[in-house]
Nanobody
Framework: QMHMEESGGGLAQAGDSLRLSCAAS????????MGWFRQAPGKEREFVAV????????YYGDSVNGRFTISRDNAKNTVYLQMNSLKPEDTAVYYC?????????????????WGQGIQVTVSS
């Protein structure tokens, strides 16, 4: 079992930046692709970003591409999401997720483990 905990969320104004962190408790962290998803009230969970095990491959959702950056520090078992130029429509609960395998998935169903989620609220 893999436990993950997100941090760094909170309240921001439009145009601000926030950095989310997700710390994982697993010895083989580098074997997992790590993703970020978000879910706004009344909406389905949406893909935000993913990074492969060694950090060499990243993909982003269309709505965040160019504004958000995913990165990871395998020595610290942590994945990050740097969010710049925040917009009110970025308001959601953000989840980190782990995929055990060589894929770099962008769909919810391909992830094995999930964090509990953290709220990000962006005011206009």
């Amino acid at each position: 079992q893999m436990h993950m905990e997100e941090s760094g969320g909170g309240l921001a104004q439009a145009g601000d930046s926030l950095r989310l962190s997700c710390a994982a408790s697993v010895r083989t962290f580098k074997n997992y692709a790590m993703g970020w998803f978000r879910q706004a009230p009344g909406k389905e969970r949406e893909f935000v970003a993913v990074i492969n095990g060694n950090g060499g491959i990243t993909y982003y959702g269309d709505s965040v591409n160019g504004r958000f950056t995913i990165s990871r520090d395998n020595a610290k078992n942590t994945v990050y999401l740097q969010m710049n130029s925040l917009k009110p429509e970025d308001t959601a609960v953000y989840y980190c997720a782990a995929h055990d395998g060589p894929m770099v998935p962008t769909v919810v169903a391909d992830y094995n483990f999930w964090g509990q989620g953290i709220q990000v609220t962006v005011s206009s």
